[in-house]
């Protein structure tokens, strides 16, 4: 990929995340944020 062309998508906002190592899910309120910011491709 060229450094010009960038990427297509968006960012959503999740309150938590599941980690598929562990299984366990994972609160942005622990780590003192509100939401987690994940980047999803178009």
Do not use: C, L
């Not at 968006?10 to 622990?30: E, L």
Request: hydrophobic letters at 30%; zero cysteines; glycine letters at 8%.
């Amino acid at each position: 990929m060229n450094k010009k062309e960038k990427e297509q998508g968006h960012y959503i906002f999740r309150k938590y995340i599941h980690n598929p190592k562990t299984g366990k899910i994972i609160y942005a309120s622990t780590y003192g944020k509100k939401a987690f910011k994940i980047w999803v491709k178009d």
